[in-house]
């Protein structure tokens, strides 16, 4: 049973235009979230992360949004770049039961068209 | 080299070989991780080491044996694997165990098991 899902295999937008990225989780004791960015041939890298204390986070260009009720969160950014391009992964942790694991959605590819 | 590295980048191998995977660290932390990633599904934890000790076995076939000699290294060693292994190898590092959620991501090992 996948407890982290992203629904949506791949996003294609524009340059300069708004990227949503979205993960819904099932396990209630999820109370931290993150967001990877992986560039091809190369490891995942962290990119920004909420507790579940709060409903959004803003680094930058990125925002990440957290609705406790719907299970769901999205990574929004603003304005997108070519650079962006690469895969997405959505991570979910609980602290309090289950140290040293983080469980992965499955990825969103983003192509930012130039 | 800097951050986490991984050797070889991508391996071929029978299924009546054995060979071993290799994750080194640079960053002096203290916990490594074994991730598998199948094709269209989402990172799995294997392993998980902390001062070189095996805190975490997630379930994995006894043919995926970690080693972990000290802080810096992390070894996978594979024997009689299956084609359905054919896999991208992750590994990574936090500061402690309790820094899950701040895990560095090598490149990853590319497998194909024939």
């Known amino acids: 049973d996948q407890q982290v899902k992203q629904n949506s295999p791949s996003l294609s937008v524009q340059e300069g235009r708004i990227s949503i990225l979205n993960c819904d989780y099932t396990?209630?004791?999820?109370?931290?979230f993150l967001w990877y960015k992986k560039y091809p041939a190369e490891g995942p890298t962290f990119l920004i992360s909420?507790?579940?204390?709060?409903d959004k986070n803003e680094d930058g260009r990125f925002t990440v949004f957290l609705n406790k009720s719907a299970k769901h969160l999205s990574l929004h950014i603003v304005p997108s770049q070519p650079g962006d391009s690469a895969v997405y992964f959505c991570?979910?942790?609980?602290?309090?039961?289950?140290?040293?694991?983080?469980?992965f959605g499955q990825g969103t590819i983003l192509t930012v068209h130039p | 080299e800097t951050g986490v590295t991984q050797t070889p980048r991508h391996l071929v191998m029978g299924m009546t070989n054995k060979k071993s995977l290799k994750c080194e660290q640079h960053?002096?932390?203290?916990?490594m991780y074994w991730y598998k990633q199948s094709a269209k599904k989402p990172l799995e934890l294997m392993f998980v080491?902390?001062?070189?000790?095996?805190?975490e076995n997630n379930s994995v076939p006894s043919r995926f044996s970690p080693e972990c000699p000290n802080s810096s290294h992390l070894f996978l060693h594979l024997h009689t694997l299956q084609p359905e292994d054919s896999a991208l190898y992750l590994c990574?590092?936090?500061?402690?165990?309790?820094?899950?959620?701040?895990?560095?991501f090598g490149p990853g090992t590319r497998l194909t098991v024939l």
């Open positions: 991570a979910a942790s609980a602290g309090g039961t289950s140290y040293g694991k983080l469980t």
């Open positions: 396990n209630s004791m999820f109370d931290y």
């Open positions: 990574a590092s936090s500061l402690g165990l309790a820094n899950y959620n701040e895990q560095f």
């Open positions: 080491y902390s001062l070189e000790e095996r805190v």
């Open positions: 960053l002096g932390h203290n916990a």
């Open positions: 909420i507790s579940s204390i709060k």
